[in-house]
């Protein structure tokens, strides 16, 4: 069950090629033990295929996890 609508806006660099990602999806936003868990699926607009997402986000941190074509796993 959905319960949020987000907008994502990413921005990669990797060298000198830099490049912007912007889209709107479904999302499931959760507490758990005085965290937050965001839930969302990005779609690939030339594929189609599905990358799974998740936001772990607490008073000092934020990890972003992506499972799929792309996989991300990434600590703040």
Same mark, same amino acid.
């Not at 912007?22 to 295929?49: I, T």
């Given at each position: 069950?959905?319960?949020?609508?987000?907008?994502?806006?990413?921005?990669?660099?990797?060298?000198? +090629? @830099?490049? $912007?990602?912007?889209? =709107?999806?479904?999302?499931?936003? &959760?507490?758990?033990?005085?965290?937050?868990?965001?839930?969302?699926?990005?779609?690939?607009?030339?594929?189609? +295929? @599905?990358? $799974?997402?998740?936001? =772990?986000?607490?008073?000092?941190? &934020?990890?972003?996890?992506?499972?799929?074509?792309?996989?991300?796993?990434?600590?703040?």
């Amino acid at each position: 069950m959905n319960n949020t609508i987000i907008n994502l806006t990413m921005t990669i660099t990797q060298g000198f +090629e @830099i490049s $912007k990602t912007s889209y =709107e999806a479904d999302a499931n936003l &959760l507490e758990k033990d005085g965290k937050f868990f965001l839930f969302f699926d990005e779609e690939n607009y030339d594929d189609h +295929e @599905i990358t $799974k997402c998740r936001f =772990e986000i607490s008073d000092d941190s &934020l990890r972003m996890r992506r499972n799929g074509p792309i996989v991300m796993n990434k600590h703040i």
